[in-house]
């Protein structure tokens, strides 16, 4: 069984995520393989940008500060502090958002090494 951790904000590392384009990314991987062998969790940010994407995993994203918004195959959604977004596996999809920070959980952790990235 592995132990508890208490990641503080202030010492999150954050990484630009997205590539090139307008606005930005970031994003601070915080719970993955090395931590646990199912869901990994993170914090990311999106101020001005949009990220496409196809989601090789199941994700859930509870919107902690701005506005997020998630272009879906059936509309974008726009969500505020406090709401929560499912997407399922194969979702392809689109990040975006004004000075929103999100803090997000997916499964399985090990996505990369199944799909060889």
């Known amino acids: ?42 914090i990311a940010t999106f101020d001005g940008c949009s990220i496409d994407w196809t989601v090789l995993y199941d994700e859930m ?14 509309g974008e959604i726009t969500a505020k502090p406090g709401d929560v977004i499912w997407v399922p596996e194969k979702t392809p999809i689109s990040y975006r958002g004004d000075k929103a920070v999100v803090c997000y959980a997916l499964y399985p952790v090990d996505w990369r090494k199944r799909h060889s990235l």
């Open 61 to 74: 994203i509870v919107v902690i500060e701005g506005t997020f918004r998630l272009g879906t195959p059936e």
């Open 1 to 42: 069984m592995g132990k508890t951790v208490h990641f503080k904000r202030a010492e999150m590392t954050f990484e630009d995520f997205g590539g090139e384009g307008p606005g930005k990314g970031t994003i601070a991987r915080l719970v993955g393989p090395d931590l646990s062998k199912t869901m990994g969790a993170g």
